[in-house]
């Protein structure tokens, strides 16, 4: 989805400007799409939709977990108890909420919950009510990176730091179509990040066969179990990010 302004402006010049009923997909965090999409609203627009938003925090910039967790999430995070662990889940909810209260809901903090699934998945509460907005967040070496959106079906966020990987890791990690000799660590980081996010929102995590999944020619292409249970994906957007030395993806459809 590379659509820019000027195509939604032809699109809404298209509608009557009080009866604009078609919901627009703007794209993240973007200045002159949030611009015209106020536009919008102001001639009339029923609806106006950004497709996600996505925030990244370091460890520095987040406050004490008591300052914006819930009753229900402080339990948890009371049971973690190495200190890494409980940082990095602490920063995960924090992005996630100051995320979603300076985009979707002007709540306090702590009325925005994000608790755990039976299989450990990120699931929402706006003041105790579960919440249809799609939500995803990931975090690695002291920065966390969270994702919220609505008009969509799915999404998925990764986050990680460019590193050296083995050859091994990368054997097991990818199929011999998605790589060739010499590449670099941004490019291995970047197709793992990849995955990752496209896991996450397929709701699957890393319960499957790597090589089932394959990024080939610039399309994604699913096999195996994966494409018995999703069939072909292609409907998903997939946007890559780079941030200082981590790599950002996001999925979604």
């Not at 015209?36 to 910039?61: H, M, P, S, T």
């Not at 995070?77 to 002007?106: C, Q, S, W």
């Not at 995590?205 to 090589?211: A, E, P, Q, T």
Request: contains cysteine; proline residues 1%.
């Amino acid at each position: 989805m590379r659509t820019n302004v000027r195509q939604y402006a032809v699109a809404a010049k298209k509608c009557k400007l009080n009866k604009i009923w078609s919901v627009l997909s703007l794209q993240f965090a973007c200045p002159e799409f949030r611009a015209f999409g106020a536009c919008l609203r102001g001639w009339g627009a029923q609806k106006v939709n950004f497709v996600y938003e996505l925030k990244i925090c370091e460890l520095v910039d987040m406050s004490s977990a008591e300052t914006f967790l819930s009753a229900r999430e402080m339990a948890y995070y009371n049971t973690l108890k190495i200190d890494k662990r409980r940082n990095e889940h602490a920063l995960g909810r924090y992005a996630l909420k100051t995320l979603l209260a300076e985009n979707f809901v002007a709540l306090p903090l702590e009325e925005i919950e994000v608790l755990r699934t039976d299989t450990g998945a990120p699931e929402l509460f706006i003041q105790g009510q579960k919440s249809s907005l799609k939500i995803s967040l990931s975090h690695s070496n002291g920065v966390a990176v969270a994702a919220a959106g609505e008009g969509i079906e799915s999404l998925g966020v990764d986050v990680e730091i460019i590193e050296n990987r083995s050859k091994k890791w990368a054997e097991q990690s990818f199929y011999f179509t998605e790589f060739s000799e010499g590449a670099s660590d941004e490019f291995f980081t970047t197709l793992w990040a990849k995955k990752e996010a496209v896991l996450k929102m397929l709701g699957v995590g890393l319960s499957v066969n790597m090589h089932d999944l394959r990024f080939e020619k610039g399309k994604i292409n699913i096999y195996g179990k994966l494409l018995e249970r999703f069939g072909h994906l292609n409907k998903t957007d997939i946007e890559v990010k780079k941030y200082k030395n981590f790599i950002i993806t996001t999925a979604y459809n």
